[in-house]
T-cell receptor, first 112, second 113 residues
Framework: QKEVEQNSGPLSVPEGAIASLNCTYS??????FFWYRQYSGKSPELIMS????GDKEDGRFTAQLNKASQYVSLLIRDSQPSDSATYLC????????????FGSGTRLLVRP | DGGITQSPKYLFRKEGQNVTLSCEQN?????MYWYRQDPGQGLRLIYY???????QKGDIAEGYSVSREKKESFPLTVTSAQKNPTAFYLC????????????FGPGTRLTVT
């Protein structure tokens, strides 16, 4: 059973701080990794995708991938109250270009 | 304006009734998906379709049925055989060339009493 694990939280950080969200996965053959943001009552929104080891930056967001340790993380710099949401990690395995496996999400609260 | 539309946004049904949820996309994506989300849980795959007239069961297909007669449309029927149908249903689509990113529609919240 391929699994994606996330701490459910809530992760509480003050406004302006760096929020660090982590995700581990069980399938070593995983090739593609995605972070989605989901506000309460809304659908998930894709915010980052990463395919190679290392860091990928997009504005205030940085995704970090370490395939040897089988973890992927999302850093949010200068956190804002509007970043308060649930962040879902999703993983695509090798040979499965059509299916994603989702973690259950980490709830982030940014305190003003 | 490209995107994925789902209708209705909220749906209420009595137990024992079948109900069909609509999903349409104009992104020219080949693959489409249906997920179910329960409170505090991640997304679980119900059905997916890679091309027109073909679809595969996901992890929780029992009690659900789909069709894919057009590239743009992938309706989901929740049958009376589904034991716990009350949930948030999400449709997604994905390009099959290169990046394979999935994008979601706004969702349909189904309540069965």
């Amino acid at each position: 059973q391929k699994e994606v694990e996330q701490n459910s939280g809530p992760l509480s950080v003050p406004e302006g701080a760096i929020a660090s969200l982590n995700c581990t996965y069980s399938d070593r053959g995983s090739q593609s990794f995605f972070w989605y943001r989901q506000y309460s009552g809304k659908s998930p929104e894709l915010i980052m995708s990463i395919y190679s080891n290392g860091d990928k930056e997009d504005g205030r967001f940085t995704a970090q991938l370490n395939k040897a340790s089988q973890y992927v993380s999302l850093l949010i710099r200068d956190s804002q109250p509007s970043d308060s949401a649930t962040y879902l990690c999703a993983v695509r395995s090798e040979g499965s270009s059509y299916k994603l496996i989702f973690g259950s999400g980490t709830r982030l609260l940014v305190r003003p | 304006d490209g995107g994925i539309t789902q209708s209705p946004k909220y749906l209420f049904r009595k137990e024992g009734q079948n109900v069909t949820l609509s999903c349409e996309q104009n992104l020219n994506h080949d693959a489409m998906y249906w997920y179910r989300q329960d409170p505090g849980q991640g997304l679980r795959l119900i059905y997916y379709s890679q091309i027109v007239n073909d679809f595969q069961k996901g992890d929780i297909a029992e009690g659900y049925s789909v069709s894919r007669e057009k590239k743009e449309s992938f309706p989901l029927t929740v049958t009376s055989a589904q034991k716990n149908p009350t949930a948030f249903y999400l449709c997604a689509s994905q390009s099959t060339g290169g990046i394979y990113e999935q994008y979601f529609g706004p969702g349909t919240r189904l309540t069965v009493t």
